[in-house]
């Protein structure tokens, strides 16, 4: 049962599914918690929602590690509300369920967790039948990529392909773990759109800064992030959604401070037991991206066929020879011996 304390605040009565004390790593993750997108949301609750979301609200604030294995019965005894005004919780902040709210605080917890912390919980004391971090980190690889896959739906990639075809200028973003695959993109995107520039390529932030100055209507630009989000990836999409310029998002969860900006997102799951995070969902996205802009209309896929023609000659041949088209003649020197 839920109660009243003196100074106004919620009290919890200890029931069978009552939080525990958590342990100091935890409370780390707790603290870190409140202050990410979801937990700005989940804030704001406390100052404007019914009493029910007050409640649900406080909880999860509270207890955001506990609440990943709570089942949805599990967190209203908790919060003393029905089911039904938790279902009702999750779609105000806009999630199509609970469910999905539960798998954003988890992801969000998980984004919090100091890859130390994790990597240094790998050499406690383990049961002699648990889990190797190799069979966790293919298991996780496999989770992200099928994760990921089952939620492109053709809809969004055809939206997201006709944003790209019809852009004025592309221009693809990424920061750290990111900046590779925005790479992979970039080499992927360039041979059918009109402008694309890889704008952290080289020269870090301020260079990005420079591509980006004269974005503007009509231009799009793809912005990657997942956990630990880039600051700087956020502040140059605001700065591109400023100059009307179209923001596409491929992050990980709806709780990644690009979504308030984009105007179409790509998720990619990216949690992973002892990296800070994964790219494998990210290169989900991108390959799927591609493969659809490249057979999206026959212009390009005239386009694909010349640009393998004209690269067949650097390739080696089905026999594993080389084609002697563009080969170099090497002096006697520098021949292998």
């Known amino acids: ?16 599914a009552s939080p525990q004390p958590a342990p ?37 604030l509270r207890h955001p590690v506990q609440a990943t294995s709570w089942s949805i019965e599990s967190l209203a005894e908790v919060a003393a509300v029905s089911p039904a005004s938790l279902s ?17 605080v988890a992801a969000t917890v998980e984004a919090m ?22 069979s966790d980190s293919l298991e996780a690889a496999l989770s992200n990529v099928r994760g990921t896959a089952e939620g492109l739906h053709p809809a969004l990639i055809a939206e997201v392909v006709e944003r790209l075809t019809t852009a004025r200028n592309v221009y ?34 301020e260079v990005a800064a420079g591509r980006l100055l004269n974005v503007g209507e009509g231009d799009v630009i793809v912005a990657l992030s997942i956990p630990r989000y880039a600051s700087d ?11 009307k310029a179209s923001v596409i998002a491929i992050t990980d969860s ?32 991108v390959e799927t991206i591609v493969a659809a802009l490249m057979t999206s209309n026959q212009a390009n896929v ?25 080969r170099r003649s090497l002096k006697t020197s520098e021949r292998p011996g």
């Open 1 to 16: 049962m839920k109660k009243t304390n003196d100074s106004g605040g919620i009290e919890t009565a200890r029931t069978s």
């Open 24 to 60: 100091a790593s935890a409370a780390s993750a707790e603290m870190r918690f409140a202050q990410s997108p979801l937990g700005a949301h989940l804030r704001a609750m406390l100052d404007k929602g019914s009493a029910a979301n007050r409640a649900i609200a406080d909880i999860l």
């Open 88 to 104: 009702r919780f999750a779609r105000l902040l806009g999630y199509p369920g609970y469910a999905a709210l539960r798998s954003d």
């Open 113 to 134: 967790i100091n890859p130390v912390e994790k990597l240094r919980g790998r050499f406690d004391a383990q049961p002699a039948n648990a889990p190797t971090p190799l």
């Open 172 to 205: 693809v973003m990424g920061f750290g773990l990111s900046a590779h695959v925005a790479g992979v993109l970039t080499l992927g995107l360039q041979p059918f759109c009109h402008g694309v520039q890889n704008v952290v390529e080289f020269g870090g932030t």
């Open 233 to 243: 990836a956020v502040h140059l999409a605001a700065y591109a959604r400023d100059r």
């Open 254 to 285: 709806s709780a990644s401070p690009l979504i308030p900006l984009a105007d179409c997102v790509l998720l990619a799951r990216s949690s992973h037991p002892i990296l800070s995070s994964s790219t494998l969902g990210l290169v989900v996205v």
């Open 302 to 326: 005239d386009q694909a066929a010349k640009l393998t023609e004209a690269i067949s000659s650097y390739l080696f041949g089905d026999n594993g020879s080389r084609s002697p088209v563009r």
